[in-house]
């Protein structure tokens, strides 16, 4: 499957952005897709994940309840929906995919086959 990410830009502290990854293929319904991000001199990080059954949701504590992961499987896209931003937010923000993820692994980038190029998000102060 190919990954293609958009949709970041720049915004103030406080605002929103909506990251979308849309998926070729037709089996994307069958991946979990997790969003990663990497700010400069920093590794890439674990935020939000789905599973292919989209009830099932994961994130990391720094932007639970600020974050929504989703995805929708007819359009072959999955979705970050960022409220609340903050200036530590900003990021290169990557999609990824991977079959067979188990629930302890979703967290790892690792565990993903597929990346999408990346999304750049810049939260002003």
């Known amino acids: 499957v190919q990954l293609q990410a958009s949709g970041g830009g720049l915004v103030q502290a406080g605002g929103s952005l909506r990251l979308s990854c849309a998926a070729s293929?037709?089996?994307?319904?069958?991946?979990?897709m997790g969003w990663f991000r990497q700010a400069p001199g920093k590794e890439r990080e674990f935020v939000a994940a789905?599973?292919?059954?989209?009830?099932?949701?994961f994130y990391a504590d720094s932007v639970k309840g600020r974050f929504t992961v989703s995805r929708d499987n007819a359009r072959n896209t999955a979705y970050l929906q960022m409220n609340s931003l903050k200036p530590e937010d900003t990021g290169v923000y990557y999609c990824?995919?991977?079959?067979?993820?188990?629930?302890?692994?979703?967290?790892?980038?690792?565990?993903?086959?597929?990346w999408g190029q990346g999304t750049l998000v810049t939260v002003s102060s």
């Open positions: 789905v599973r292919w059954s989209a009830g099932t949701t």
């Open positions: 293929g037709r089996t994307f319904g069958n991946y979990a």
């Open positions: 990824a995919g991977g079959l067979g993820i188990i629930l302890t692994m979703l967290r790892l980038p690792s565990s993903y086959g597929y």
